[in-house]
């Protein structure tokens, strides 16, 4: 049982101050404390569930808001266990506190497609438990039979037709101990999980009303902005102040980590003071960084020893061996994050203690960044959560708490930190660059034999936790090349680490982004080089993983695989299995005068059970749109140390009009539920190549994919 | 100066070049209105002038004297704006950030093109950006406000 009374309590005590409610019964936003009647009781069974005596029920999410729909899919776990009645519910955000530590993660973070996995059986027991408590307060009160007692909508019935609403049972709830086992209901008898529900964060999200990190508004509000070399890993040197500060309205300047900020009454006053303090920075070896360097670096960094990260049977004997040997070199550049809210944090010292409300998928980290700065203990320091604007591994890191502790500690005041699009562009933790040598061998009957693959990436957990780094292979770094579904007898994959100056960081769905499109592009270069089809010969491989075989069949079947096209048009095909779901993409593209025109795609997915499939469906059309864009465009570059692109008009995002009609199909499946954030990333890039191929006979190993498509 | 905004006459405190977007969100406080870009290419920041749906973020207010805005939180008294139901009934937002201010894009549509076929749709919502990739809800979104908002209702 993860239950724990202690726990519950800490949080309770830090539980003042939220920013962000919904109430499914004006499906609308309550911001601040509740109103809270002198003679409420509260039933709290645990760190998720709270009931008061005038029947309130509330339901604390413990993971971060950033579009995949946690406000409404965790309250649904919850309730359904707990029979509370869905159109009468308050939804909040979780304070800080140990019990909300996200056991897929260590640390109280939403990523990794984690949120609703990790939360799919303690949400439930949770639930379940309160539920099991009021039903025996109810025993108590009248002498009926637990037998005969039945919960249902946010009441406990007695077989005379009487109706105890939980809130008149909460404070005897409140006396009971809390049970150690729970049974937990069938999934036949789901009557909430599983339905398609409108999400209840919607309506505050098309009135302007919704409370992102940049919309924090609080009493002596302060704007800070900041500016950092344009060099990666470059200094302020000095700066001259002397103009900035004779201007109204600026209140502080101040060096911040790596370069300076500015404290003003507004953000317009404060850019215009950054804009006019000249500076001058210590470029450091960083001026010498450029993408070209990297690639070249990388090339030859291929060609080494790697670090054994996976090594099935013997590759390079088979190889040696072999009748016919296919090699292929694939390149994948850095991508940014950019979300459209661009990082910002508010702090405010006071009262011994730091508050910070911020929109971050890491309430430990940026608890622990602001004890760092500050040296209060953690526990002085209090993390509210506001809405995301977006955070795909962006808002992991903590490098936009800094600025705002670090420039709150100059004034009594609370400071808003604001990034402009440069800053956040140019200084993001982008998806690493990497490149792969990749060898297959065919027997003489065009079977693969064997698949050496080296990959050069640089590492994530280097600088984060270089423990996790285990003889030379960093598992960030090669996730989805290693676990390879493919039943090829000789497997050898290699990790070569090369960092670089470019900060890395988890990028939606991290390797699998880059490692799904090698193994998808070259096993399809293996099909055509053995003369075989690319769908018939992933099914005879995939004997060993049916979730995978099952999904890639449903989509070529969906797309119309084995269709006669017309010339210019093709039809691709790709397959992977990342965090826990298998997913596949065919898609149907025209190639016109070199323009690749993507006429469907179609996206089979296999997450096991499916809590909110409205939801669900939406994370397949965002993840897909993400890698379009990332197949489509981009890419981030860096010259003289420094990233080239600054803002949308030269790091361009997916637009409406090229966004291809999606089919998606959601298969059933009663296991428990898997990751959907991510998973449906991966396979887009390598079923469009594959799809370029089928059309033109082109094999694109590279992303984005050229603007023009011809055989130059 | 003074300007309408959301049909209150209201005095502008900041100085001329502030762009717009930084008067409603800073000055007046609605923070509905997003900054996403700062040179008019995400569509973030959209709100209308008189009719017309702009970047708030790319246009100074000194050109703005006695010009009339309109702003997400303005669009309705009641959040009740054929596009905002429409946008519900589609369940378009994810992250939510650009909603503004693509709603704000679409009901300026909608107003000029009660009838919008997909092409119209996709060149007047191609300046506002949505990295979470609610594209195909919000084309649904459009033609259900579209069509709800010219069945016959009583005027």
């Keep these: 049982m993860i239950l724990n009374r202690r726990d519950f309590f800490k949080v309770v005590a830090s539980s003042a101050g939220l920013v962000l409610a919904l109430d ?279 060609a080494t020893e790697g670090a054994i990260a996976e090594r099935r049977g013997d590759a390079r004997a088979a190889i040696l061996r072999a009748p016919r040997v296919i090699e292929a070199n694939y390149e994948i550049p850095f991508a940014a994050h950019a979300p459209l809210e661009p990082m910002n944090c508010t702090a405010h010292l006071h009262d011994g203690v730091c508050e910070i409300w911020a929109p971050t998928q890491a309430q430990t980290g940026a608890q622990e960044t602001a004890a760092h700065l500050t040296g209060l203990p953690l526990d002085r320091v209090v993390v509210h959560t506001t809405l995301l604007g977006g955070g795909f591994g962006r808002r992991l890191e903590h490098d936009f708490v800094a600025d705002a502790v670090t420039l709150a500690r100059t004034v009594p005041n609370p400071v808003k930190v604001v990034w402009s699009r440069e800053e956040d562009m140019t200084h993001d933790f982008y998806r690493p660059y990497s490149y792969h040598k990749v060898q297959g061998a065919l027997d003489p009957r065009g079977t693969p034999i064997a698949w050496r693959q080296t990959i050069v990436a640089a590492s994530l957990m280097r600088t984060r936790d270089p423990a996790a780094v285990k003889n030379g292979v960093d598992p960030t770094a090669v996730g989805g090349a290693v676990d390879m579904p493919y039943d090829i007898p000789n497997i050898e994959i290699g990790y070569v680490e090369r960092d670089t100056k470019v900060p890395v960081g988890f990028w939606r769905s991290v390797a699998d982004s880059y490692t799904a499109f090698v193994k998808e592009s070259f096993v399809d270069e293996l099909a055509h080089a053995a003369s075989r089809d690319p769908l018939v010969l992933r099914r005879d491989l995939l004997a060993s993983d049916l979730d995978q075989r099952r999904v890639l069949w449903a989509a070529a079947r969906a797309i119309g695989w084995g269709r006669r096209r017309p010339p210019g048009c093709g039809l691709g095909v790709a397959v992977h299995k990342s965090f826990g779901t298998s997913m596949a993409q065919a898609a149907s593209v025209r190639i016109r005068s070199g323009q690749l025109h993507i006429d469907r795609l179609v996206c089979v997915c296999d997450c096991g059970l499916v809590v909110n499939p409205n939801i669900a469906r939406a994370q397949i059309e965002g993840a897909i749109a993400f890698a379009l864009q990332a197949a489509l465009k981009g890419p981030i570059t860096v010259e003289d140390g420094r990233i080239q692109q600054r803002n949308f008009d030269n790091y361009q995002l997916l637009r409406i009009d090229e966004m291809p009609r999606i089919d998606i199909r959601l298969l059933k499946n009663a296991r428990a539920p898997q990751g959907l954030g991510e998973p449906a990333v991966p396979p887009v890039a390598p079923a469009l190549a594959n799809a370029i191929f089928a059309a033109s006979g082109i094999r694109v190993r590279e992303l984005p994919f050229p603007a023009v498509l011809d055989h130059a | 100066m003074r300007m309408v905004i959301n049909g209150i006459d209201r005095e502008v405190r900041s100085s001329p070049d502030t762009p717009l977007l930084w008067v409603i969100r800073d000055e007046w406080g609605l923070t509905g209105t997003k900054y996403g870009c700062g040179i008019g290419v995400c569509g973030a920041c959209t709100v209308h002038l008189d009719a017309a749906p702009i970047r708030s973020c790319a246009v100074p207010i000194g050109s703005l004297a006695g010009r009339r805005v309109t702003t997400i939180e303005g669009l309705s008294p009641d959040g009740q704006h054929p596009v905002q139901k429409a946008w519900v009934a589609e369940d378009v937002p994810q992250c939510g950030y650009c909603q503004s201010g693509q709603i704000m894009s679409a009901a300026a549509l909608l107003a000029r093109r009660p009838h919008p076929t997909n092409r119209d749709i996709d060149t007047a919502m191609s300046g506002n950006l949505c990295r979470c990739g609610t594209y195909a809800r919000i084309r649904r979104a459009i033609r259900r406000a579209g069509k709800d908002a010219h069945d016959p209702q009583p005027s």
Excluded: C
């Design chain 1, 24 to 302: 499914t019964r004006t499906a609308g936003v309550n911001k601040g404390s509740r109103a809270k009647g002198a003679d409420v009781r509260t039933f709290a069974p645990n760190a998720w569930v709270r009931i008061g005596s005038n029947d309130e029920i509330v339901i604390i999410v413990d993971k971060s808001e950033m579009g995949q729909g946690v406000l409404t899919a965790l309250p649904m776990l919850v309730a359904e266990e707990l029979e509370a009645d869905w159109d009468r519910l308050r939804v909040e955000q979780a304070p800080t506190a140990s019990v909300y530590i996200n056991p897929a993660l260590g640390a109280e973070a939403t990523g990794g497609s984690s949120s609703v996995r990790s939360s799919y059986l303690p949400l439930r027991t949770a639930g379940a438990a309160a539920r099991l408590m009021l039903l025996e307060a109810a025993h108590r009160l009248t002498g009926v039979a637990h037998t005969r007692l039945r919960a249902e909508r946010g009441a406990v019935l007695l077989p005379d037709g009487q109706r105890f609403l939980y809130g008149a049972l909460a404070q005897a709830a409140a006396q009971l101990p809390v049970p150690r086992d729970v049974r937990l209901k069938s999934p036949r008898h789901f009557h909430i999980i599983g339905k398609p529900l409108p999400r209840l964060d919607t309506p505050e999200k098309t009135t302007g009303s919704a409370v992102f990190g940049i919309d924090v508004q609080k009493p002596g509000l302060l704007i800070g902005v900041v500016r950092r070399s344009a060099v990666l890993g470059g200094r302020l040197r000095d700066y001259d102040e002397r103009a900035a500060r004779a201007m109204a309205g600026v209140v502080r300047i101040t060096r911040v980590d790596g370069g300076l900020g500015v404290i003003a009454v507004d953000t317009w006053t404060a850019w215009k003071a950054l804009d006019a303090i000249p500076l001058r920075w210590e470029e450091g070896d960083g001026a010498r960084a450029s993408t070209r360097a990297i690639r070249e670096e990388y090339r030859q960094a291929a």
